[in-house]
Nanobody
Framework: VQLQASGGGLVQAGGTLRLSCAAS????????VAWFRQAPGKERGFVAV????????FYADSVKGRFTISRDNTDNTVSLQMNSLKPEDMANYYC???????????????????WGQGTLVTVSS
């Protein structure tokens, strides 16, 4: 499955953005999908994940209560609604997917086999 991330942009602190991850090539429905982010000079870090059946989600502590991950398997998309953005949220955001994720390793970039290109989120203070 090929992934295409979009929706990044420039926003003021406190603002909102909605990122989308669109899948093509095969059905998305059996895949667990996650968002990661990477700021310049930093390692890629986990943001949020949604299980293939939408029955479980998990968030990094730094975004909990501000970000919401959701999916539409009929549309082959996963979205990340980002509210109350902070300057420290500024990064390239990547979506990743795998149909073989062990839920206990959901935060590990190595657990994902398919990656989209990044979409840049810039937050001005």
């Amino acid at each position: 499955v090929q992934l295409q991330a979009s929706g990044g942009g420039l926003v003021q602190a406190g603002g909102t953005l909605r990122l989308s991850c669109a899948a093509s090539g095969r059905t998305f429905s059996g895949y667990t999908v996650a968002w990661f982010r990477q700021a310049p000079g930093k390692e890629r870090g986990f943001v949020a994940v949604i299980k293939w059946n939408s029955r479980a989600t998990f968030y990094a502590d730094s975004v909990k209560g501000r970000f919401t991950i959701s999916r539409d398997n009929t549309d082959n998309t996963v979205s990340l609604q980002m509210n109350s953005l902070k300057p420290e949220d500024m990064a390239n955001y990547y979506c990743a997917a795998s149909n073989r994720v062990i839920w206990g390793l959901k935060h590990d970039p190595g657990a994902y086999t398919n990656w989209g290109q990044g979409t840049l989120v810039t937050v001005s203070s």
